[in-house]
């Protein structure tokens, strides 16, 4: 799959289907033209996870509602999938409103993904989890993964990491750890977070 991101990074970018490929930034064009996409609209979550595919069935919101690590939450609602979604989401938390954002993704099954800091009010644990689901999930689709986290991308194909505007490096996590000294940097840093925690 060739897929032209000029919006947002300059050079053509070709990720073969069941890659993936990590950034740390999305421009306010391509975020506009997106947004519909991963916004959380009022009505229900059913209706929600719906906005891009409205043939979908329950069986198939709640499959992935389970990859999205939403699938407890929603059983947990008296209303399930009919249960009311505020504009915005803003009566879930964040991590339940990423996890419906990604459920709906999921849905549309498209042949790029692109996670723009998905994971970022997840806890480690659900993140993994989520991680994990989502990498069998989308094995024939290209991934592209916007994060800060080093723990989200770590995995991933092929992984950009920019500073202050500029591409600082590009590589496997492996490699990144011994030519990068940002990612490395960010990398220790987060370690030693984690561990402190």
């Excluded at 609209?41 to 043939?55: D, F, K, P, Q, V």
């Amino acid at each position: 799959m060739r897929v032209d991101m000029a919006a947002f990074l300059r050079p053509t970018l070709t990720l073969p289907p069941g890659s993936s490929t990590s950034a740390a930034w999305m421009s306010a064009a391509m975020e506009d033209r997106l947004k519909p996409y991963w916004s959380i609209c009022s009505g229900t979550i059913a209706s929600t996870l719906r906005y891009s595919n409205e043939n979908a069935s329950e069986k198939e919101l709640m499959h992935a509602a389970d990859v999205a690590q939403a699938g407890d939450f929603i059983r947990s609602l008296p209303d399930g999938l009919n249960a009311y979604v505020a504009q915005g989401g803003t009566n879930f938390s964040g991590g339940q409103k990423q996890r419906l954002s990604i459920a709906k993704a999921l849905v549309k099954k498209p042949e790029l993904y692109i996670f723009d800091d998905s994971f970022s009010a997840l806890d480690f644990k659900p993140d993994a989890a989520l991680r994990k689901a989502l990498a069998k999930e989308t094995k024939g689709s290209a991934v592209l993964i916007i994060a800060q986290r080093v723990s989200t991308i770590r995995h991933a194909n092929q992984i950009i990491v920019l500073h202050e505007g500029r591409m600082a490096g590009i590589g496997i996590h492996d490699e990144l750890l011994t030519d990068c000294p940002v990612y490395r940097e960010i990398y220790e840093s987060q370690t030693k977070e984690a561990q402190e925690s």
